[in-house]
Structure formats: C-alpha cells, structure tokens
C-alpha cells in the first residue's frame, strides 16, 4: 500500500473518522474511495488537498509523513499562546 494511504488511515485514526465518513465529506462514493486504496491509486491534486483540510494535515504529510517545520513566526505564536494558558491555570 502506497505511504499516502497508510497516512491517510493513521489520521482517520487520530480523527476518528472513519473511511465512510472521508468519502462523504468528498462528496464521492465510499466504493470510489476504497477502489483508489485497494489498487494504490492516488487521487487528483484537487483530492488530494481536500483529503488534506479534511484530516486537518498537509498533502505533504500525507505523502511522505514528515511534518512541515513551523515557521519561526508561527512558533513564536505557539509559544505565546502556550505562555497564556499557563497564566489562566
């Protein structure tokens, strides 16, 4: 099986969401879906990236299962938010 399905299923996993629900929320057939997994198809750019936003994750996670690296400015954010929640605990 191709890495982009096997990290298509870990995050259905972590989403707990099941293979139906991904094809409904596609709008295609769950046998559309389960046709492209059984013969190591991948979809189309454009699938691809609304499996992606649905998973919340990247194509690029998806594909080869490294997270990207966060910019500085978003880390810098990640951390002051972290800063915050610790003044309200």
Do not use: H
């Not at 997270?67 to 929640?85: E, F, H, M, V, Y």
């Amino acid at each position: 099986m191709l890495d982009f399905w096997c990290n298509v299923k870990n995050e259905l996993e972590y989403n707990l969401m099941t293979q139906k629900e991904l094809a409904d929320k596609m709008q295609i057939s769950y046998n559309t879906l389960q046709s492209w997994i059984t013969k190591d198809r991948l979809p189309d750019a454009r699938q691809s990236v609304q499996i992606a936003k649905i998973l919340n994750t990247t194509v690029e996670f998806l594909v080869t299962g490294r997270k990207t690296p966060l910019s500085q400015d978003n880390a810098k954010i990640i951390n002051l938010l972290n800063q915050a929640i610790g003044y309200l605990k």
